[in-house]
């Protein structure tokens, strides 16, 4: 399977495991999972075929590891980044002292009265990795990057999640642990 058709997949299986399970008639364990089988039925009753071999390919091979298999791999969901209503059922951790947040331009104002928000998913995403973060922004804009205060923000109670895929996950950066980077 060429790296298109995979990357589109991947974005069937996004769709539907973060944000319209109901699109091909599923519903998600309350943490998000689905058995393999379930989604594969699904998704051929609704004209997409796809083999567990194929799915495995993608969940291996995305560049972001957005998808995970449970430990006896019969069941998978997408690690973060929900609008559906679920409990990822993450411990809080303690952040390293500094995380990044990529966004545009346009948004920056808004974010530097409001802070981060979370909006119609279930956390705002943080990361330790500038570069991760300026290729998010890069898709929507003119791409700015911002610094998170997050060891101040621990220190404060304000409290962090870290998913398989190292993505940081928290409900709201207030503005006063944000900078601008130049």
Same mark, same amino acid.
């Given at each position: 399977?060429?790296?298109?058709?995979?990357?589109?997949?991947?974005?069937?299986?996004?769709?539907?495991?973060?944000?319209?399970?109901?699109?091909?008639?599923?519903?998600?364990?309350?943490?998000?999972?689905?058995?393999?089988?379930?989604?594969?039925?699904?998704?051929?009753?609704?004209?997409?075929?796809?083999?567990?071999?194929?799915?495995?390919?993608?969940?291996?091979?995305?560049?972001?590891?957005?998808?995970?298999?449970?430990?006896?791999?019969?069941?998978?969901?997408?690690?973060?980044?929900?609008?559906? /209503?679920?409990? @990822?059922?993450?411990?809080?951790?303690?952040?390293?002292?500094? $995380?990044?947040?990529?966004? +545009?331009? =346009?948004?920056?104002?808004?974010?530097?009265?409001?802070?981060?928000?979370?909006?119609?998913?279930?956390?705002?995403?943080?990361?330790?990795?500038? /570069?991760?973060? @300026?290729?998010?922004?890069?898709?929507?804009?003119?791409?700015? $990057?911002?610094?998170?205060? +997050?060891? =101040?923000?621990?220190?404060?109670?304000?409290?962090?999640?870290?998913?398989?895929?190292?993505?940081?996950?928290?409900?709201?950066?207030?503005?006063?642990?944000?900078?601008?980077?130049?």
């Amino acid at each position: 399977m060429n790296t298109k058709d995979l990357k589109q997949i991947s974005k069937s299986l996004s769709y539907v495991l973060r944000h319209r399970p109901d699109s091909i008639g599923i519903t998600l364990e309350p943490e998000g999972w689905i058995a393999v089988s379930e989604l594969l039925d699904a998704f051929a009753r609704n004209g997409q075929v796809y083999s567990r071999a194929l799915i495995e390919q993608v969940v291996a091979e995305n560049t972001k590891q957005r998808f995970e298999f449970d430990d006896e791999g019969q069941r998978i969901r997408a690690r973060q980044g929900h609008s559906v /209503d679920i409990d @990822l059922g993450y411990e809080t951790t303690t952040p390293p002292d500094t $995380l990044y947040h990529g966004t +545009a331009t =346009r948004n920056l104002d808004s974010i530097l009265k409001q802070g981060l928000l979370k909006g119609a998913r279930h956390h705002v995403h943080l990361s330790t990795d500038k /570069d991760t973060m @300026l290729a998010v922004a890069m898709r929507h804009g003119k791409p700015v $990057l911002l610094s998170i205060d +997050a060891r =101040r923000m621990h220190e404060d109670k304000h409290q962090f999640f870290v998913t398989g895929n190292q993505v940081w996950l928290t409900d709201h950066v207030p503005p006063q642990y944000l900078t601008v980077l130049p």
